[in-house]
């Protein structure tokens, strides 16, 4: 069991964020639930087994990502693995692409996961300990059509991981990229039916889950520094 031990997990209001915060919970760690909406993380604490947080926020702002660690801290005093799912794709044509959307797409797949580790940095060089697991895509290594800013976000992603994973081996942090295929949750379904993408050709939360989750916990630490794939069944 990790007692004592605080996760924040980022888009755990649904699909691999819950996944996540659920399996983290029955590891033992104090889980803090991070998404915009807190309906849906007060329906992901009643899934946690163990000691859950809620906490809403919306992450493309700099300074609730800062407010958030600060309260953190200021309620548990340690964070030991940051988690970050929280993740936003659109299906478009490359000339369909407006400022808009590449900055919503950086901000909330690239900048969030960035700025959060920077924010936690100082208490993991304390501790001298701290994992930090961020969600990429399989689009970041098999691009495909209408992914293309989605893609560029999620392999900046696993760059800066592996830059984590380097930079925190002197002070004992490991940091690790998950990169799934198409896996069955709420935003893979507002772009494809299930004519498109069939229930049977995708991966279940709970199976990207296991695997962030043992990244986590230790089972999988010498996969630190890799952005580890997962293609489609």
């Given at each position: 069991?990790?007692?004592?031990?605080?996760?924040?997990?980022?888009?755990?209001?649904?699909?691999?964020?819950?996944?996540?915060?659920?399996?983290?919970?029955?590891?033992?760690?104090?889980?803090?639930?991070?998404?915009?909406?807190?309906?849906?993380l007060q329906e992901t604490a009643?899934?946690?087994?163990?000691?859950?947080?809620?906490?809403?926020?919306?992450?493309?702002?700099?300074?609730?990502?800062?407010?958030?660690?600060?309260?953190?801290?200021?309620?548990?005093?340690?964070?030991?693995?940051?988690?970050?799912?929280?993740?936003?794709?659109?299906?478009?044509?490359?000339?369909?692409?407006?400022?808009?959307?590449?900055?919503?797409?950086?901000?909330?797949?690239?900048?969030?996961?960035?700025?959060?580790?920077?924010?936690?940095?100082?208490?993991?060089?304390?501790?001298?300990?701290?994992?930090?697991?961020?969600?990429?895509?399989?689009?970041?290594?098999?691009?495909?059509?209408?992914?293309?800013?989605y893609a560029a976000a999620k392999?900046?992603?696993?760059?800066?991981?592996?830059?984590?994973?380097?930079?925190?081996e002197a002070i004992g942090v490991?940091?690790?990229?998950?990169?799934?295929?198409?896996?069955?949750?709420?935003?893979?379904?507002?772009?494809?039916?299930?004519?498109?993408?069939?229930?049977?050709?995708?991966?279940?939360?709970?199976?990207?889950?296991?695997?962030?989750?043992?990244?986590?916990?230790?089972?999988?630490?010498?996969?630190?520094?890799?952005?580890?794939?997962?293609?489609?069944?």
């Amino acid at each position: 069991m990790a007692e004592d031990k605080i996760a924040i997990v980022t888009g755990a209001g649904s699909g691999i964020g819950r996944a996540v915060a659920v399996q983290l919970g029955a590891a033992g760690y104090c889980v803090v639930l991070v998404s915009r909406r807190r309906d849906k993380l007060q329906e992901t604490a009643e899934m946690v087994d163990g000691e859950s947080f809620v906490y809403p926020a919306d992450l493309s702002n700099s300074k609730a990502i800062t407010m958030l660690v600060q309260d953190v801290l200021a309620s548990f005093g340690r964070i030991d693995a940051l988690v970050n799912v929280a993740g936003h794709a659109e299906l478009l044509s490359i000339d369909q692409i407006t400022a808009e959307h590449w900055q919503r797409t950086i901000d909330v797949n690239l900048s969030a996961a960035v700025l959060l580790t920077a924010a936690v940095w100082p208490t993991f060089k304390t501790q001298k300990s701290g994992v930090v697991a961020n969600v990429s895509s399989m689009a970041s290594i098999d691009p495909f059509p209408g992914f293309s800013i989605y893609a560029a976000a999620k392999i900046g992603l696993n760059m800066f991981t592996q830059c984590t994973a380097q930079e925190g081996e002197a002070i004992g942090v490991r940091a690790v990229s998950i990169a799934p295929g198409a896996v069955e949750t709420p935003m893979l379904r507002s772009m494809f039916d299930e004519d498109v993408i069939g229930k049977d050709k995708t991966l279940s939360p709970q199976e990207v889950a296991a695997v962030i989750c043992g990244c986590v916990t230790g089972e999988r630490a010498f996969e630190s520094g890799v952005t580890i794939p997962l293609p489609n069944l």
